[in-house]
């Protein structure tokens, strides 16, 4: 089935092929032959993925699913209609691959206390830097930075 960490097997009777003319390569077969393909998977309703994948795979992919949770691939990179449904397939696949992997948590690090000191100093000699443009005294306010 469709794990993480195995290929993914969608069974053709979830795909559904939609195919119309396309205006990638083909000279003049472009005008005649339907060579784009449309490839429709229904996440929502499938049978090859657990409730918790497809509930994963709905997060994941929610921009690329309609209302109804059905994805939608196009290829027309190629000139045969079998070469684009290859494509669209195989791009399905990995989209669902992606959407299945785990992200790793992210680690919180603290900033060392040294480059915390560093940026208030470097912060202080600014400000000093600054003050002195607008022409204040500074007699009181240079002691902090040394």
């Known amino acids: 089935m469709g794990e993480s960490n195995e290929k993914i ?36 309703n499938s049978k090859s993925f657990s409730d918790v994948q497809k509930q994963q795979i709905l997060n994941r992919l929610s921009g690329r699913t309609d209302k109804n949770g059905v994805i939608r691939i196009t290829s027309q990179k190629c000139r045969t209609q079998r070469a684009n449904r290859n494509a669209a397939v195989e791009r399905l696949k990995e989209l669902l691959k992606d959407a299945l992997k785990e992200k790793p948590l992210r680690k919180k690090t603290a900033m060392p206390g040294h480059i915390r000191q560093k940026r208030l100093k470097e912060k202080k000699k600014r400000s000093v830097l600054k003050k002195q443009r607008a022409g204040r005294d500074l007699r009181e306010d240079s002691a902090g930075w040394n």
């Open 9 to 44: 097997i969608i069974p053709d009777s979830e795909l559904i092929f939609k195919f119309s003319r396309s205006s990638g390569p083909g000279g003049q077969n472009v005008n005649k032959v339907s060579s784009k393909v449309t490839v429709l998977f229904d996440a929502a």
